[in-house]
């Protein structure tokens, strides 16, 4: 396991942002009836993520994250660069790819994992043609499939409730 004392907070990790990342940020909110759930976490949720600022996959799935512990701060976040973690991650997951981020319960009992893209969208990228892949990822990039992200950590936060 990484140490989380090791970790960057969001807020020092975006010291390095740029307009772009900020304007992202700006941009991101939870839709009103996840809003609702999230509420309900009674219990600390650690989520350990893996993310560079050079990677738009990560500018889009960390802000929802954020946007998550304001909403909830029992929403811990623990940011680590991949690089230097690389065999971490392929070790623990098989693949060292960002933004990955693990949720453990307060017990540090894993939750699920969320790498990359929301897995209903990375199925829908895996079925379709170049020029149709190349539609879907930048639509997400735009933040057209935020609902998706959120849904998917909602599933994985209450997984076991």
Request: with cysteine; glycine share 4%; net charge negative.
């Amino acid at each position: 396991m990484v140490d989380l004392n090791k970790a960057l907070s969001y807020e020092k990790y975006m010291e390095s942002a740029t307009k772009e990342h900020l304007e992202i940020y700006d941009k991101t909110f939870i839709s009103d009836k996840n809003i609702v759930k999230l509420k309900k976490l009674d219990e600390p949720i650690k989520v350990i993520a893996f993310s560079e600022g050079y990677c738009p996959d990560c500018n889009v799935s960390l802000p929802m994250l954020k946007r998550f512990q304001e909403t909830n701060s029992n929403v811990e976040i623990y940011i680590f660069k991949r690089v230097g973690n690389e065999k971490f991650l392929e070790e623990n997951l098989g693949e060292a790819r960002i933004p990955t981020f693990m949720f453990f319960d307060k017990d540090m009992k894993a939750l699920g994992v969320y790498v990359e893209f929301p897995k209903e969208l990375k199925e829908r990228i895996i079925s379709e043609k170049i020029d149709e892949k190349k539609k879907l990822i930048g639509d997400y990039r735009q933040g057209k499939y935020n609902l998706l992200i959120e849904e998917e950590f909602l599933d994985i936060i209450f997984s076991n409730r």
